[in-house]
């Protein structure tokens, strides 16, 4: 099956600090998501973002389908940016998603 | 709007006891409906999906099952529970392409 691999799997991080997370997927996928979990388990939905470059904020994500990743940019952080970051895939014609081992970050004041 | 409501929001169960947890959604009819599960640490497993009333497609062969016996609604059940079963439970829906996620709830089996 398809794998979703994460990098980095940590990342600590001094407020105003600026990162970027990123996805590899093995094979084609129709669509792309992006979570973030926050300490309480709640996953919140960021981008949706099967192809090409989005902006919410502070926040950006860029997906190149045809060389299977997507990359998430968090600017000028801050302490509410903690919690484990995930990428899905929604694998062709199934509807089902496929969630990456997610990048944990830590953002320090 | 749409919103999705799941409970108990924590459980802690003896193993060999039955477990049923349920989802509902409101605001919206029809919907794709799934139950995943999240071990201490880690990724979310799709465990279950629904497309409507009485379809059910498992993923993952376990201890667990599911209905939907109506169109807003998905339940997640087990008849004896195991230590293993033991993790964060969550059911999402899908609204157009993305899927949107319910609070959780937290399962602790002893």
């Known amino acids: 099956g398809i794998q979703v691999e994460q990098s980095p799997p940590d990342l600590i991080l001094q407020e105003g600090a600026n990162s970027t997370l990123r996805c590899n997927f093995s094979d084609s996928v129709n669509n792309l998501q992006w979570f973030h979990q926050n300490p309480w388990g709640q996953l919140i939905n960021l981008f949706y973002i099967p192809s090409g470059t989005k902006q919410n904020g502070r926040l950006s994500a860029t997906t190149v389908a045809t060389e299977r990743y997507s990359l998430l940019y968090i600017s000028s952080s801050q302490t509410t940016d903690s919690g484990v970051y995930f990428c899905?895939?929604?694998?062709?014609?199934?509807?089902?998603?496929?969630f990456g081992t997610g990048t944990r970050l830590q953002v320090f004041p | 709007s749409q919103t999705i409501h799941q409970w108990p929001a924590t459980l802690v169960q003896p193993v060999g006891s039955p477990l049923s947890l349920e989802c509902t959604v409101e605001g919206t009819s029809n919907p794709n409906l799934y139950w995943y599960r999240q071990a201490a640490g880690r990724g979310l497993q799709l465990l279950f999906y629904s497309v409507g009333i009485g379809q059910i497609s498992s993923e993952v062969p376990q201890n667990l099952s599911a209905s939907r016996p109506q169109d807003r609604q998905f339940i997640l059940s087990s008849k004896k529970l195991l230590l293993s079963d033991s993790g964060f439970y969550l059911c999402?829906?899908?609204?157009?392409?993305?899927?949107?996620f319910g609070p959780g709830t937290r399962l602790t089996v002893l």
């Open positions: 999402a829906w899908k609204w157009g392409y993305e899927q949107f």
């Open positions: 899905a895939v929604d694998v062709l014609d199934t509807d089902k998603l496929i």
